[in-house]
Protein backbone atom coordinates (compact mmCIF):
# COMPACT_ATOMS: atom_id res chain seq x y z
CA UNK A 1 0.00 0.00 0.00
CA UNK A 2 1.47 3.52 -0.67
CA UNK A 3 1.83 6.11 1.91
CA UNK A 4 3.02 9.57 2.01
CA UNK A 5 5.45 11.96 4.07
CA UNK A 6 4.27 15.50 3.19
CA UNK A 7 5.84 18.40 5.43
CA UNK A 8 4.82 21.57 6.29
CA UNK A 9 6.97 23.61 3.24
CA UNK A 10 4.96 21.62 1.02
CA UNK A 11 7.89 18.73 0.42
CA UNK A 12 5.65 15.29 -0.68
CA UNK A 13 7.66 12.29 -0.33
CA UNK A 14 6.00 9.30 -1.62
CA UNK A 15 6.68 5.58 -0.06
CA UNK A 16 5.02 2.47 1.46
CA UNK A 17 2.71 2.24 4.10
CA UNK A 18 4.30 0.13 7.07
CA UNK A 19 3.27 -0.59 11.09
CA UNK A 20 -0.27 0.56 12.15
CA UNK A 21 -2.99 1.52 9.59
CA UNK A 22 -3.52 4.94 10.56
CA UNK A 23 -2.91 8.99 9.65
CA UNK A 24 -0.95 10.81 11.69
CA UNK A 25 0.27 14.82 12.38
CA UNK A 26 4.17 15.20 13.89
CA UNK A 27 7.12 16.50 14.56
CA UNK A 28 9.56 14.96 11.76
CA UNK A 29 13.13 14.30 13.66
CA UNK A 30 15.93 12.28 12.31
CA UNK A 31 17.91 9.35 14.37
CA UNK A 32 21.88 9.10 13.20
CA UNK A 33 22.07 5.86 15.05
CA UNK A 34 23.16 2.46 12.85
CA UNK A 35 21.78 0.13 15.53
CA UNK A 36 19.14 0.64 18.38
CA UNK A 37 15.78 1.09 17.20
CA UNK A 38 14.20 -0.28 19.38
CA UNK A 39 15.51 1.37 22.27
CA UNK A 40 14.25 4.54 20.05
CA UNK A 41 11.17 3.81 19.69
CA UNK A 42 10.64 2.91 23.51
CA UNK A 43 12.52 6.49 24.39
CA UNK A 44 9.91 8.86 25.99
CA UNK A 45 12.05 11.66 24.92
CA UNK A 46 10.24 10.87 21.33
CA UNK A 47 6.73 11.27 22.38
CA UNK A 48 5.09 14.05 20.00
CA UNK A 49 7.47 13.15 17.09
CA UNK A 50 8.21 11.13 14.63
CA UNK A 51 11.41 9.72 13.76
CA UNK A 52 13.34 9.15 10.74
CA UNK A 53 16.22 6.83 10.99
CA UNK A 54 19.20 8.06 8.69
CA UNK A 55 20.99 3.98 8.66
CA UNK A 56 19.40 2.84 5.66
CA UNK A 57 18.14 -0.98 6.88
CA UNK A 58 16.37 -1.34 9.97
CA UNK A 59 15.22 -4.24 11.38
CA UNK A 60 17.25 -6.98 10.40
CA UNK A 61 17.46 -8.04 13.89
CA UNK A 62 14.08 -7.64 15.09
CA UNK A 63 12.72 -6.81 18.31
CA UNK A 64 14.42 -8.10 21.41
CA UNK A 65 11.49 -7.27 24.35
CA UNK A 66 13.65 -7.25 27.12
CA UNK A 67 15.87 -4.14 25.63
CA UNK A 68 12.97 -1.52 25.77
CA UNK A 69 13.53 1.11 27.37
CA UNK A 70 10.33 1.75 28.61
CA UNK A 71 6.88 0.10 28.58
CA UNK A 72 5.61 0.82 25.61
CA UNK A 73 6.60 2.53 21.96
CA UNK A 74 6.28 6.58 21.89
CA UNK A 75 7.11 8.28 18.68
CA UNK A 76 3.73 9.12 16.54
CA UNK A 77 5.27 7.14 13.70
CA UNK A 78 8.45 5.56 11.56
CA UNK A 79 10.11 6.51 8.65
CA UNK A 80 12.68 4.48 7.15
CA UNK A 81 14.46 3.66 3.76
CA UNK A 82 14.37 -0.03 4.13
CA UNK A 83 12.39 -2.12 6.81
CA UNK A 84 14.16 -5.48 7.21
CA UNK A 85 10.57 -8.32 6.81
CA UNK A 86 12.98 -11.32 7.90
CA UNK A 87 15.00 -10.53 11.19
CA UNK A 88 17.55 -12.36 12.20
CA UNK A 89 18.87 -12.67 15.85
CA UNK A 90 17.97 -15.28 18.25
CA UNK A 91 17.19 -13.12 20.98
CA UNK A 92 14.61 -12.05 18.32
CA UNK A 93 10.95 -11.92 20.20
CA UNK A 94 9.01 -10.69 16.48
CA UNK A 95 9.54 -8.59 13.37
CA UNK A 96 10.14 -4.47 14.34
CA UNK A 97 6.80 -4.62 11.61
CA UNK A 98 4.97 -6.88 13.91
CA UNK A 99 6.16 -4.71 16.81
CA UNK A 100 4.69 -1.56 14.96
CA UNK A 101 1.52 -3.01 14.47
CA UNK A 102 0.79 -4.08 17.54
CA UNK A 103 1.43 -0.63 19.31
CA UNK A 104 -0.28 1.58 16.99
CA UNK A 105 2.51 2.79 15.38
CA UNK A 106 2.36 4.32 11.72
CA UNK A 107 5.19 4.26 9.32
CA UNK A 108 6.62 5.27 5.74
CA UNK A 109 9.55 3.03 3.97
CA UNK A 110 10.74 3.19 0.76
CA UNK A 111 11.69 6.95 0.77
CA UNK A 112 15.07 8.57 0.46
CA UNK A 113 15.73 8.95 4.16
CA UNK A 114 18.92 11.01 3.20
CA UNK A 115 17.09 14.01 0.98
CA UNK A 116 14.57 14.15 4.23
CA UNK A 117 17.79 14.44 6.77
CA UNK A 118 19.49 16.83 4.41
CA UNK A 119 16.19 19.00 4.25
CA UNK A 120 15.50 19.06 7.81
CA UNK A 121 19.31 19.76 8.07
CA UNK A 122 18.81 22.88 5.64
CA UNK A 123 15.45 24.26 6.72
CA UNK A 124 15.37 23.07 10.17
CA UNK A 125 12.61 20.57 12.06
CA UNK A 126 9.43 20.86 10.43
CA UNK A 127 6.02 18.77 10.74
CA UNK A 128 4.56 16.66 8.85
CA UNK A 129 2.02 13.94 8.25
CA UNK A 130 2.26 10.42 7.13
CA UNK A 131 -1.17 9.47 5.46
CA UNK A 132 -1.95 6.23 3.12
CA UNK A 133 -4.74 8.64 1.77
CA UNK A 134 -3.72 9.23 -2.10
CA UNK A 135 -6.44 11.48 -2.55
CA UNK A 136 -4.43 14.16 0.04
CA UNK A 137 -5.31 18.18 -0.52
CA UNK A 138 -2.37 20.32 0.23
CA UNK A 139 -4.28 23.25 0.67
CA UNK A 140 -6.44 21.76 3.44
CA UNK A 141 -3.28 19.72 5.09
CA UNK A 142 -1.10 22.16 5.19
CA UNK A 143 -2.79 24.94 7.76
CA UNK A 144 -3.18 22.11 10.28
CA UNK A 145 0.63 20.85 9.79
CA UNK A 146 1.98 24.54 10.64
CA UNK A 147 -0.46 24.74 13.71
CA UNK A 148 0.80 21.68 15.06
CA UNK A 149 2.34 21.56 18.37
CA UNK A 150 3.98 18.55 20.40
CA UNK A 151 1.91 20.78 23.88
CA UNK A 152 2.82 19.00 27.23
CA UNK A 153 3.72 15.73 26.86
CA UNK A 154 5.77 15.23 29.86
CA UNK A 155 2.39 14.28 31.49
CA UNK A 156 1.71 11.78 28.74
CA UNK A 157 5.06 9.76 29.62
CA UNK A 158 5.58 9.85 33.15
CA UNK A 159 4.57 7.35 35.70
CA UNK A 160 1.32 7.57 37.37
CA UNK A 161 2.38 6.63 40.97
CA UNK A 162 5.84 6.55 42.76
CA UNK A 163 7.42 2.68 43.12
CA UNK A 164 10.81 1.56 44.54
CA UNK A 165 13.73 -0.77 42.81
CA UNK A 166 16.06 -2.14 45.07
CA UNK A 167 19.59 -2.11 44.71
CA UNK A 168 21.51 -5.14 43.69
CA UNK A 169 23.88 -6.97 46.32
CA UNK A 170 27.17 -6.69 44.57
CA UNK A 171 30.63 -6.46 45.89
CA UNK A 172 31.16 -3.51 43.27
CA UNK A 173 27.59 -1.65 44.68
CA UNK A 174 29.64 0.98 46.09
CA UNK A 175 26.06 2.76 46.42
CA UNK A 176 25.24 0.33 48.79
CA UNK A 177 22.09 1.96 51.02
CA UNK A 178 21.70 4.55 49.30
CA UNK A 179 18.41 6.42 48.90
CA UNK A 180 18.04 7.68 45.27
CA UNK A 181 14.60 10.06 44.30
CA UNK A 182 14.19 9.81 40.76
CA UNK A 183 11.83 12.15 39.00
CA UNK A 184 10.20 10.52 36.31
CA UNK A 185 9.82 13.19 33.38
CA UNK A 186 10.16 10.41 30.74
CA UNK A 187 13.17 8.08 32.13
CA UNK A 188 14.30 5.45 30.31
CA UNK A 189 14.51 2.33 32.19
CA UNK A 190 18.49 2.08 32.06
CA UNK A 191 18.57 5.32 34.31
CA UNK A 192 17.14 3.38 37.68
CA UNK A 193 19.27 0.47 36.36
CA UNK A 194 22.52 2.02 36.69
CA UNK A 195 21.87 3.37 40.09
CA UNK A 196 20.46 -0.34 41.11
CA UNK A 197 23.30 -2.11 39.61
CA UNK A 198 25.44 0.85 42.05
CA UNK A 199 23.53 -0.59 44.65
CA UNK A 200 21.01 2.22 45.41
CA UNK A 201 17.60 2.08 46.26
CA UNK A 202 15.95 3.99 43.78
CA UNK A 203 12.46 5.63 44.21
CA UNK A 204 10.48 6.93 41.48
CA UNK A 205 8.63 9.82 41.75
CA UNK A 206 5.87 10.95 38.72
CA UNK A 207 6.85 14.47 37.41
CA UNK A 208 4.23 16.35 39.33
CA UNK A 209 5.58 15.51 42.70
CA UNK A 210 6.25 18.79 45.08
CA UNK A 211 9.89 19.05 46.05
CA UNK A 212 7.99 18.40 49.47
CA UNK A 213 6.83 15.15 49.06
CA UNK A 214 10.57 14.48 47.84
CA UNK A 215 11.74 15.86 50.55
CA UNK A 216 9.95 14.12 53.36
CA UNK A 217 11.20 10.58 52.39
CA UNK A 218 15.00 11.45 53.21
CA UNK A 219 16.73 10.74 49.50
CA UNK A 220 20.54 10.88 49.92
CA UNK A 221 20.61 12.13 46.41
CA UNK A 222 17.88 13.09 43.96
CA UNK A 223 17.50 11.86 39.82
CA UNK A 224 15.74 14.12 37.28
CA UNK A 225 15.45 12.28 34.31
CA UNK A 226 15.37 12.72 30.31
CA UNK A 227 11.77 13.39 28.47
CA UNK A 228 10.25 15.22 26.20
CA UNK A 229 8.82 18.70 24.81
CA UNK A 230 9.79 22.25 25.21
CA UNK A 231 11.43 22.60 28.50
CA UNK A 232 9.86 26.27 29.39
CA UNK A 233 6.39 24.39 28.96
CA UNK A 234 6.86 22.53 32.53
CA UNK A 235 6.24 25.80 34.47
CA UNK A 236 5.22 23.68 37.33
CA UNK A 237 8.02 21.33 37.31
CA UNK A 238 10.50 24.37 37.32
CA UNK A 239 8.79 25.33 40.38
CA UNK A 240 9.30 22.24 42.36
CA UNK A 241 12.79 21.68 41.16
CA UNK A 242 13.71 24.99 42.21
CA UNK A 243 13.10 23.97 45.97
CA UNK A 244 14.93 21.03 45.16
CA UNK A 245 17.90 23.08 43.89
CA UNK A 246 17.85 25.34 47.68
CA UNK A 247 18.65 22.10 48.97
CA UNK A 248 21.99 20.75 49.80
CA UNK A 249 20.91 17.31 48.64
CA UNK A 250 23.15 15.90 45.66
CA UNK A 251 21.74 16.12 42.29
CA UNK A 252 22.58 14.62 39.16
CA UNK A 253 20.28 15.37 36.01
CA UNK A 254 20.27 14.55 32.53
CA UNK A 255 18.59 15.56 29.40
CA UNK A 256 15.85 17.40 29.97
CA UNK A 257 16.20 17.24 33.78
CA UNK A 258 19.81 19.03 32.82
CA UNK A 259 17.17 21.93 31.27
CA UNK A 260 14.55 22.07 34.24
CA UNK A 261 17.20 22.38 36.06
CA UNK A 262 18.97 24.96 34.28
CA UNK A 263 15.93 27.39 34.01
CA UNK A 264 14.94 26.57 37.95
CA UNK A 265 18.55 28.19 38.54
CA UNK A 266 17.64 31.49 36.45
CA UNK A 267 19.16 30.14 33.29
CA UNK A 268 17.65 29.87 29.72
CA UNK A 269 17.16 27.75 27.04
CA UNK A 270 16.43 27.78 23.61
CA UNK A 271 15.56 25.73 20.39
CA UNK A 272 18.43 24.19 17.74
CA UNK A 273 17.71 23.91 14.69
CA UNK A 274 17.51 20.68 13.70
CA UNK A 275 18.33 18.74 17.22
CA UNK A 276 20.77 16.34 18.71
CA UNK A 277 19.94 12.47 18.20
CA UNK A 278 22.04 9.75 17.73
CA UNK A 279 24.49 7.57 19.29
CA UNK A 280 27.76 9.28 17.66
CA UNK A 281 28.11 12.65 19.20
CA UNK A 282 31.72 13.36 20.58
CA UNK A 283 31.08 15.43 23.80
CA UNK A 284 34.16 17.43 26.09
CA UNK A 285 34.90 16.87 29.18
CA UNK A 286 36.09 20.60 30.08
CA UNK A 287 37.66 19.12 33.46
CA UNK A 288 39.95 16.72 31.30
CA UNK A 289 39.56 17.62 27.90
CA UNK A 290 38.75 13.86 27.79
CA UNK A 291 36.28 12.97 24.43
CA UNK A 292 33.26 10.52 25.17
CA UNK A 293 31.12 9.42 22.33
CA UNK A 294 27.71 10.22 23.41
CA UNK A 295 24.01 9.29 23.10
CA UNK A 296 21.61 12.21 22.10
CA UNK A 297 17.97 12.82 21.86
CA UNK A 298 17.06 16.57 22.09
CA UNK A 299 15.73 19.89 20.32
CA UNK A 300 16.71 22.21 23.01
CA UNK A 301 19.67 23.18 25.07
CA UNK A 302 20.53 25.46 27.38
CA UNK A 303 22.13 29.58 26.73
CA UNK A 304 25.31 29.27 28.57
CA UNK A 305 25.87 33.23 26.85
CA UNK A 306 23.10 34.02 29.13
CA UNK A 307 24.50 31.84 31.90
CA UNK A 308 25.52 33.49 35.36
CA UNK A 309 28.80 31.82 35.99
CA UNK A 310 28.06 32.24 40.01
CA UNK A 311 25.02 29.55 39.43
CA UNK A 312 26.82 27.37 37.11
CA UNK A 313 29.88 26.70 34.77
CA UNK A 314 29.91 24.75 31.53
CA UNK A 315 30.98 21.20 32.11
CA UNK A 316 30.75 19.70 28.72
CA UNK A 317 30.72 20.49 25.25
CA UNK A 318 29.27 19.50 21.94
CA UNK A 319 32.58 18.89 19.73
CA UNK A 320 30.28 18.95 16.66
CA UNK A 321 28.57 22.89 16.97
CA UNK A 322 30.11 23.58 20.48
CA UNK A 323 26.61 23.67 22.67
CA UNK A 324 26.71 22.94 25.77
CA UNK A 325 26.18 19.50 26.97
CA UNK A 326 26.76 19.91 30.76
CA UNK A 327 26.39 22.37 34.03
CA UNK A 328 28.63 22.13 37.52
CA UNK A 329 26.59 24.18 39.81
CA UNK A 330 29.09 26.78 41.63
CA UNK A 331 28.89 26.48 45.33
CA UNK A 332 25.97 23.02 45.27
CA UNK A 333 26.48 19.39 45.34
CA UNK A 334 24.61 19.62 41.33
CA UNK A 335 26.16 18.59 38.23
CA UNK A 336 23.99 18.19 35.00
CA UNK A 337 24.67 16.37 31.83
CA UNK A 338 22.62 16.75 27.99
CA UNK A 339 23.52 14.05 26.49
CA UNK A 340 22.96 10.22 27.98
CA UNK A 341 25.27 8.59 30.33
CA UNK A 342 23.07 5.04 30.53
CA UNK A 343 22.76 4.63 26.63
CA UNK A 344 26.36 2.99 26.51
CA UNK A 345 26.84 3.87 23.06
CA UNK A 346 30.95 4.48 24.05
CA UNK A 347 30.17 1.96 24.78
CA UNK A 348 30.52 2.55 28.75
CA UNK A 349 32.96 5.24 28.90
CA UNK A 350 30.38 8.16 30.41
CA UNK A 351 29.30 6.10 32.49
CA UNK A 352 31.68 7.09 35.43
CA UNK A 353 29.14 9.91 35.99
CA UNK A 354 26.95 7.68 37.93
CA UNK A 355 29.97 7.11 39.78
CA UNK A 356 30.47 10.30 40.58
CA UNK A 357 27.36 10.72 41.58
CA UNK A 358 27.35 7.81 43.87
CA UNK A 359 30.74 9.29 45.41
CA UNK A 360 28.73 12.97 46.08
CA UNK A 361 26.30 11.16 48.06
CA UNK A 362 28.90 9.36 49.93
CA UNK A 363 30.54 12.19 50.67
CA UNK A 364 27.64 14.18 52.03
CA UNK A 365 26.82 11.65 53.92
CA UNK A 366 30.27 11.18 55.29
CA UNK A 367 29.89 15.46 55.71
CA UNK A 368 26.83 14.94 57.38
CA UNK A 369 27.81 12.48 59.80
CA UNK A 370 30.89 14.95 61.36
CA UNK A 371 28.26 17.89 62.28
CA UNK A 372 26.67 17.55 65.49
CA UNK A 373 24.50 20.30 66.94
CA UNK A 374 24.94 22.43 64.69
CA UNK A 375 28.53 22.88 64.03
CA UNK A 376 30.36 21.07 61.61
CA UNK A 377 33.50 19.58 62.57
CA UNK A 378 34.87 19.29 59.19
Keep these: MKAFLILEDGTVFEGTHIGADREIISEIVFNTSMAGYLEVLTDPSYAGQ ?26 DGFIVRELSRKPSNFRCDMSLQEFLEQNGVPGIAGIDTRALTKLLREKGTMNGMITADETYDLDRILPRLKAYTTGKVVEKVTCSEKYILKGERTRESGGRGLRVALLDLGAKNNIARSLVQRGCEVTVYPAHTTAGE ?3 DAPDGIMLSNGPGDPKECTGIIEQIRKLYETDIPIFAICLGHQLMALAAGADTYKLKYGHRGGNHPVKDLQTGRVYISSQNHGYVVDTDKLDPQTAVPAFINVND ?7 YTGKNIFTVQFHPEACPGPRDSGYLFDRFIHMMLSQEQHVGTCEGGKCNA
Excluded at 50 to 75: F, H, K, Q
Excluded at 322 to 328: C, S
Design 214 to 216: IMA
Design 322 to 328: GTNEGLA
Design 50 to 75: AVCMTYPLIGNYGVCLEDMESRRPWP
